[in-house]
């Protein structure tokens, strides 16, 4: 483990990373990075309006009511809660509804949801500054690269015990303020490092379903966004919140971190475009095991009542988070039981987010199912993993017959992304699903994204 | 390390401690208990408005102005800052600045400073629901006892890569403030557990002297608050985040924790009575050497000129959070020296708020003193840490005599109690340090905390 510290030897990595995010100039990125910052927005959008039931988010849009303004310039995405607030509490809720529905994108390398975090944050400062859609896409792509590589910084044993989502992102958020404040690297590394400082997000709410996902995710926008205007205003956050030796590395990594993940490559690996698309309305973990076994199942002409069982191959990670969520007696917590997600893409064809209800919780055909299911670790698999997820699966059917199936990347990995078409279908249900049916206005929103760029302001973005 | 988790064999320790808290009732506490509340109220008033010129104050009360509602019950104590606000907000502000200047209060056990977010919390909460003296004091004595609780449990490996202030406080802030909103047992569990999740706060400050400790007890504030009123409103809270399998216990603590610090003699061992006043305006982990150099210093009357070096023998604690500011550049950097602290104390005969002035950083018979001040682990003092914070310091003098003194306890520990004389001295000490000058004012505010059990509603406490 590192412990540059703040030496007298040159820049420590932080610096660099902070330097070069208040640099970064939205004519400085290529234009596919362009197109991924909209393709994930969109993306993100309809992830916001989905999740506006929940009842985490009725909790924290009260709290945003009773604590905040009762006017400002930044807009809750769920129009119908009809009220406007400071960036703090709109990016306070925003950045819990969009994380409920398990269908945010992912960053594979930090085992992170950046969109989670840097979209709401990005949007409700926007909205507060006066931001171009120029100056909000430089902002992401800032967000998104600084939030990643500290994620993978901390890396695989860091998020065995935090939601690194929100560990990273609060940093990445810090960043993406930092910019749209157009703070210099001074002030954006005090920023960094205020974040840092507030770092936290655990996972035992796994346990017992409870909400503290969406507490993490609207919190990390609300802290980050703390720590960047407070930057602004003279507050000093440590220099070397990643790498020093009273800091996150030391404190919050049980294992090994990955320093060169901080700043090597800025410029021309940008981590938006390594993010990967959530198709599978389930834990990402199961993702690689839900197309293994949906190809499998195609493939060899299986059907659902011909399954005796299966048998899923995955890395340790996998086998960490959703062995915690016991048979899932939510519906939220069923997109955690590998057994149970399988059984419902076995049975549906599909594992969108129409197709996990209440009324497949009691579904004994399906409850009989899951419990044939079972996980084991796969060290070729394992080794691999943060940089790929990839899964094995093992079906045996009544009939004795015995499939393998692999799959070296996820449909919606960097490699196997989502068409423009499949994209917007998913907005589309994901507005559905959070019970928004003004077609118009949907469309409306997707042209606005698709053109980002050519926004002279970010309001309006709400259904 | 204990993994108890919510099982089916009876209440785990943390629902035991929230069940008591929610359940405690002001004439369910002792006098003395009652009298100490008291106490260190008035001495927390006092750090309060001490502290509101500090830098990062003076940021967090602009992103209070900025972030928060323009009017609100719940007042900020530097009324030079003329608004008041929500209670999240005012508590932000509050407990930023009752954190700069040193002089809060410290409970021994948890290696922790409740008064700075207790305090601030509940005041702030008690202003907006009307809270009279009587359930402000029942809300404090909860959450010194439910915070000091949690930072015992974490014990002295998580304080070595945590500000436990801010990680226990963070959970006794919840507590209080669900004391405060009258949430039942199973709602003030859920506040903890939010809490819990969103425990942070990072050592790394202290290496170049930046603004972290304000932040993490402000926010500690904050996010207590954020706690308990989602908590209200619905939000679950994961139900066993001290002792479950991915809790604070797991990911917080390298070490030992101590399980049984949870929930052990509720009610009769209170928290707030083995509270200890800090006489000396520096870091506690120097008063132990502060008062043996002192008594050492009258007793065989030797001066500031006579001393060759001093040797400190204290515990491990010390030595990993005193090592870390190097010469101390800045005043409140200066007060983590041990050799610039005991050189303040042994010139001016005190180390009191007025003695730390940035003319004493550019003293060269203070730095040349400070550099011939060593510390050196003493394994049998180390052993008794955090129960007692004892210190021996040997002094060698130019004559080439050589004496040795110890102290058992420091002034103001719960055994060596600030008089109420003592209490006021300081409070007036610290109005007039933060440049607060109507003393009939001060006296009234004297006059009103001794008298908080009789008070209709915790209004106007501001300087």
């Given at each position: 483990m590192s412990q540059s510290g703040t030496s007298a030897s040159g820049p420590t990595r932080t610096e660099h990373l902070a330097t070069w995010s208040a640099n970064l100039q939205f004519k400085d990125i290529p234009q596919d990075v362009v197109q991924k910052t909209k393709d994930f927005f969109l993306d993100w959008l309809g992830c916001a309006i989905a999740g506006r039931h929940h009842p985490a988010v009725a909790a924290i849009a009260q709290f945003a009511k009773q604590m905040g303004p009762s006017n400002g310039k930044s807009e809750i995405i769920d129009g119908s809660l009809n009220f406007s607030t400071s960036p703090a509490f709109a990016s306070l809720v925003n950045g819990a509804s969009s994380h409920v529905v398990e269908q945010d994108d992912l960053h594979n390398r930090s085992i992170m949801h950046p969109a989670t975090v840097i979209y709401p944050a990005a949007l409700a400062v926007a909205q507060e500054v006066g931001a171009t859609g120029e100056e909000f896409i430089a902002a992401c792509v800032v967000g998104y690269e600084v939030g990643c590589r500290v994620g993978e910084y901390l890396g695989k044993s860091h998020y065995e015990r935090f939601h690194s989502t929100a560990t990273g992102g609060v940093i990445g958020v810090a960043a993406a303020t930092a910019h749209l404040l157009k703070l210099d690297a001074t002030k954006t590394l005090s920023a960094i490092g205020t974040a840092g400082t507030q770092a936290a997000g655990l996972w035992q709410f796994l346990l017992d379903a409870t909400h503290s996902k969406q507490v993490h995710t609207g919190k990390a926008c609300f802290d980050g966004i703390f720590a960047a205007y407070t930057a602004r205003d003279g507050l000093l956050g440590p220099r070397?919140?990643?790498?020093?030796?009273?800091a996150m590395g030391i404190a919050l990594v049980p294992g090994d971190t990955?320093?060169?993940?901080?700043?090597?490559?800025l410029g021309s690996d940008w981590a938006i475009v390594s993010s990967s698309f959530k198709w599978h309305a389930s834990c990402r973990h199961t993702h690689p095991s839900v197309d293994a076994l949906l190809s499998l199942m195609k493939k060899n002409d299986v059907h659902f009542d011909d399954i005796d069982s299966i048998v899923t191959r995955t890395y340790q990670a996998a086998l960490n988070v959703l062995g915690l969520s016991g048979s899932g007696e939510t519906v939220h917590q069923s997109k955690f039981s590998m057994g149970f997600v399988l059984a419902i893409a076995a049975k549906k064809g599909q594992a969108m987010i129409t197709d996990f209800t209440e009324d497949d919780l009691t579904d004994s055909s399906l409850r009989e199912f899951q419990k044939r299911v079972s996980m084991e670790l796969d060290e070729e698999i394992d080794s691999k993993f943060p940089e790929k997820w990839q899964g094995t699966v093992i079906v045996t059917c009544k009939s004795g017959e015995k499939f393998t199936e692999s799959v070296?990347?996820?449909?919606?990995?960097p490699e196997l992304p989502l068409t423009k078409d499949e994209i917007e279908r998913k907005a589309r249900a994901l507005a559905t699903y959070g019970g928004f049916t003004d077609t118009a206005r949907v469309n409306q929103l997707i042209e606005r994204s698709w053109n980002l760029e050519r926004e002279t302001n970010l309001n309006g973005f709400t259904f």
């Open positions: 070397d919140i990643l790498e020093g030796p009273r990955k320093p060169e993940a901080i700043d090597q490559n070296e990347f996820a449909k919606g990995d």
